[in-house]
Each structure stands twice: as structure tokens, then as C-alpha cells.
């Protein structure tokens, strides 16, 4: 059984308070925030002043994806904001190491993102400091893309050396994740499950929400 982390980018904006009670009163495990610049991806979300008001309403974690350049300049203010989990890519960070004990000061806990075209490999050395793995699916910046397939070899590897290393680091799936999908990314290894579009254009949300945890 996968935690689930619905994608807030794919809410209604316009009733996001009834889509944050939805999400509190389902069975997902956290809020999934994706954060975008314009310049690391060529897109524009939300950022501080929407993740501090969904944090007065939400009960569950908020995992705060930040796909923006320099990050580090950033993270006290998401902290105060109220993420819980913050994730930085490895390609927008130089200094990864630096970011990462950075997020851990600040008491986050700390996950690294990483794009499609990134060889896993990328993160092994950091695997021992770092609650998550944000695994790319799709090439960040939008939701409703296609599962890239390739991904579930990535999740294979990126599990052999979890366990090879023996740390606690959790795999989540952040794009194109399905019904149908699902159940193979769990068995390649995944942790925790993003799901944006199929959460929120489905007919039933919670129920959509309740069938991927049930997998
Ligand atoms: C993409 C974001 C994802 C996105 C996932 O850049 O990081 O979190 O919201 O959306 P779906 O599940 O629709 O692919
Ligand atoms: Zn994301």
C-alpha cells in the first residue's frame, strides 16, 4: 500500500477550500504543492501566499515540490509558509549537499527531485541524507502528462540501492500516475504515489483517491 499525495496543482483554484477539505477527509497521506518559476520549468503556479492558507486548512503534510532555480535562497520562507517535506532538483543545485542540510536545519524533512532524462545515479551519494526521492515521470512543468515508461527501471534501481545502502528514503512518483499504472509503479518500488489529473478530473475524487491506496 503506496501513501498518496494529491497534486494541488490540478484543484479547482476556485473552491481550493473545498478541495483541501476533500483531500482531509479522503484517505490521501499528504498534499502534494508543486512550486514553479518560469525559469527551471517553463510554467508559473502558486508559491508562498497560497501554500501559508492551504496550511491553515489542511490535516496532512504538505510536500512542497519546488521546481525554481536557487531554492536555497527559498527555504526559510517555505518553511514559515508550513511545508513539511521540501524537495529541490538535483539539476537546479550545484550544491546539493549545502540544500539539502539547509532543509534539515530548518526542520523539514528533505527530498531531492530529479527529471526524467537524470540518471539515477545522481542521487545515490545523498540517499543517506534525504527523506524522499521526487522521481520525475513526466518532464516537470504541467500536469496531464503521459507516464514516461522508462521510469519504472529507474524506480528498480533507485530501490536495489535503498536497500543495498539501508536507508529510509522513500521513492514518490510524481507524474502521469494512473489507475492503470499504478499497481506497476508500486511493484517496481515506490513509496508514495502523485496524482493530480487523475484525482481531480475524475468523477469522484475521494473514491479515486480510496482505489489508489487500495492498490
Ligand atoms: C509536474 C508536477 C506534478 C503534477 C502531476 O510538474 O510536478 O506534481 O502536478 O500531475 P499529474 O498527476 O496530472 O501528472
Ligand atoms: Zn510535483
Redesign the pocket.
Known sequence: MALIAP?V??ANFLQLSADIKMINESEADWF?L?VMDGRF?PNISFGLPVIAAIKKEATKTLDV?L?IEEPGKFAEDFKKAGADILSVHVEACPHLHRNIQQIKSLQMKAGVAINPHTPVQAIFDVLHDIDVVCMMS?N??????KFIAYTIEKIKQLKAEIIRRNTQTLIEI????TLENAKEIIDAGADVL?????VFASANPAETIRQLKAL
Open positions: 497534486s496543482l490540478s502534494h508543486d520549468v515540490h521546481m513526466v516537470p512543468g504541467f500536469g496531464g502528462q510524481d507524474g502521469g500516475v502523485v496524482a493530480g489529473n487523475t
